[in-house]
Nanobody, 126 residues
Framework: VQLQASGGGLVEAGGSLRLSCAAS???????????MGWFRQAPGKEREIVAA????????TYIDSVKGRFTISRDRSKNTVYLQMDSLKPEDTAVYSC?????????????????WGQGTLVTVSS
């Protein structure tokens, strides 16, 4: 399964970015019924889950530090998952990546994810 994250860049504090995680045409069917997650890893820190969504988008969850600012969503017809990031802060600076879970439910456990995409760098300047 090939996943590719995109949409990162440099933005000033308070700004917005929209990340996309697309599955290749060959792998799209393999993830349409999977829970998906967005993760981030800042320099010198461990990877952490930012947000997760279940297979049909009906359930979502976020870490406390991004609640009210980030929104995860998915378009199953496009095999794509999005992360809308608003009111960005310098502490949001990290490499963001997406992953597909083994099951259809959302999960906050890294061990639940089996397919990982390459990350995209988000830099928030103060």
């Amino acid at each position: 399964v090939q996943l590719q994250a995109s949409g990162g860049g440099l933005v000033e504090a308070g700004g917005s970015l929209r990340l996309s995680c697309a599955a290749s045409a060959a792998s799209g069917r393999a993830i349409s019924n999977n829970g998906m997650g967005w993760f981030r890893q800042a320099p010198g820190k461990e990877r952490e889950i930012v947000a997760a969504i279940n297979w049909n988008g009906g359930s979502t969850t976020y870490i406390d530090s991004v609640k009210g600012r980030f929104t995860i969503s998915r378009d199953r017809s496009k095999n794509t998952v999005y992360l809308q990031m608003d009111s960005l802060k310098p502490e949001d600076t990290a490499v963001y990546s997406c992953a597909a879970a083994r099951g259809s439910s959302l999960s906050t456990q890294l061990a639940s994810y089996m397919y990982w995409g390459q990350g995209t760098l988000v830099t928030v300047s103060s």
